[in-house]
């Protein structure tokens, strides 16, 4: 596959997992849970989406 393609597609998929997660972070922080409640999925959520940012980072963006 192509530098520029790797590029493109991991982004738009690192885009709607990183979207997906907050958004239902966010969810279940607003909603019955409250933010204590939903406080230890947002710190889990976080360091899932740090991962997938660097795991991008380090198969996409980074020349080997």
């Keep these: 596959m192509s530098y520029r393609i790797k590029l493109v597609m991991g982004l738009i998929g690192t885009a709607l997992l990183v979207t997906f997660v907050g958004g ?32 991008y980072w380090d198969e996409c963006v980074r020349k080997k």
């Design 24 to 55: 239902l972070s966010h969810s279940i922080s607003t909603g019955f849970a409250g933010f204590w409640g939903g406080f230890p999925f947002m710190v889990i959520a976080i360091l899932v989406c740090g991962m997938a940012i660097y795991d």
